[in-house]
């Protein structure tokens, strides 16, 4: 069993839907939760990250982290066709540690 | 402000050949990553170093796989001889230590390798 897994998709939604996105995780010892997005033949870029558990606003992007469930997800309101990529959750046990990612969710939004 | 730098952008090969790639991190960041991501798949993490020094390379497979960090700064990983199942993006990514709740791994665009 992987350390943490995500649902690979494809998820495709209509532009201006709310979309959610999830991993799981076995290990309890993770303390920063981190979600990154990564075009197509380009490197992965930090969308948001939380430390600990609880939610985080920024934008159009919130990210809820529940500890005892070891659940964290990513909402995006009103999706943009510039927001399809696909989208990795890591996580890591400490500061500038190792990440551990998540499959990748591959996200298509249409017009 | 130029971000990590990779090359080559694209690398193919045949079986048992060497190969090499290079990263340039962020200027100042002290903290360098080797990252492979097999297709459909999220990165894993290969080596970190802290400024010379490699401070976890228990992914590395080091029968095949080498790296180095002289003087800090840019970086070069090493497969000789590749295999098959080498093919893969292997992503550089560096971050600064600073006294922030988090430090940020900025990531490089990747080599994407394929073995034949």
């Known amino acids: 069993q992987k350390e943490v897994e995500q649902d690979p998709g494809p998820l495709s939604v209509p532009e201006g839907a709310i979309v959610s996105l999830n991993c799981t995780y076995s290990n309890s010892a993770f303390q920063y939760f981190m979600w990154y997005r990564q075009y197509s033949r380009k490197g992965p870029e930090l969308l948001m990250y939380?430390?600990?558990?609880g939610n985080k606003e920024d934008g159009r992007f919130t990210a809820q982290v529940d500890k005892s469930s070891k659940y964290i997800s990513l909402f995006i309101r009103d999706s943009q066709p510039s927001d399809s990529a696909t989208y990795l959750c890591a996580m890591s046990r400490n500061q500038g540690g190792k990440l551990i990612f998540g499959q990748g969710t591959e996200l298509s939004v249409k017009p | 402000e130029a971000g990590v730098v990779q090359s080559p952008r694209y690398k193919i090969i045949e079986k048992k050949q060497p190969v090499a790639f290079w990263c340039n991190p962020i200027?100042?960041?002290?903290?360098l990553y080797w990252y492979r991501q097999n297709l459909g798949q999220g990165p894993e993490l290969l080596i970190r170093y802290e400024n010379e020094e490699a401070v976890d390379d228990s992914q590395l497979p080091k029968d095949r796989f080498s790296a180095e960090r002289l003087k800090g700064v840019d970086s070069t990983l090493k497969i000789q001889p590749a295999e098959l199942g080498d093919s893969a993006v292997y992503l550089c990514?560096?971050?600064?230590?600073?006294?922030?709740?988090?430090?940020?791994?900025?990531f490089g665009p990747g080599t994407r390798l394929t073995v034949l």
């Open positions: 939380t430390y600990s558990s």
């Open positions: 200027s100042g960041h002290n903290t």
């Open positions: 990514a560096s971050s600064l230590e600073t006294s922030a709740i988090y430090n940020e791994q900025f």
